[in-house]
């Protein structure tokens, strides 16, 4: 049964940070790209970052980069997302996704909340 589970969301001040981690299980994690996407109220879904298979290659959205860090573990099953510096735009719910290099089907998570306000 495949499972992508985000954790670490909540509420957090203008300026502060936050570090989500989605743990996988299920499928062969070191043969995905993974990425984060955040989707908040009203607006379309959107790519926040991605991280290639084995980790050597990284893509960022405008928005965050210089802010955001996306990492992974392999030997773990796990991607993370390093949020600092967040602006209440951040608002959104995080949702964790995993996409076969090759052929396969694609997963996402259930989300997790990020409230960025004071």
């Known amino acids: 049964q495949v499972q992508l589970v985000e954790s670490g969301g909540g509420l957090v001040q203008p300026g502060g940070s936050l570090r989500l981690s989605c743990a996988a299980s299920?499928?062969?994690?070191?043969?995905?790209?993974m990425s984060w996407y955040r989707q908040a109220p009203g607006k379309e879904r959107e790519l926040v970052a991605a991280?290639?298979?084995?980790?050597?290659?990284?893509n960022y959205a405008d928005p965050v980069k210089g802010r955001f860090t996306i990492s992974r573990d392999n030997a773990k099953n796990t991607v993370s997302l390093q949020m600092n510096s967040l602006k209440p735009e951040d608002t959104a719910v995080y949702y964790c996704?995993?996409?076969?290099?090759?052929?396969?089907?694609?997963?996402w998570g259930q989300g997790t909340q990020v409230t960025v306000s004071s």
């Open positions: 991280i290639g298979s084995y980790g050597g290659l990284t």
């Open positions: 996704n995993a996409v076969p290099q090759f052929v396969g089907s694609s997963y």
């Open positions: 299920g499928f062969t994690f070191s043969r995905y790209v």
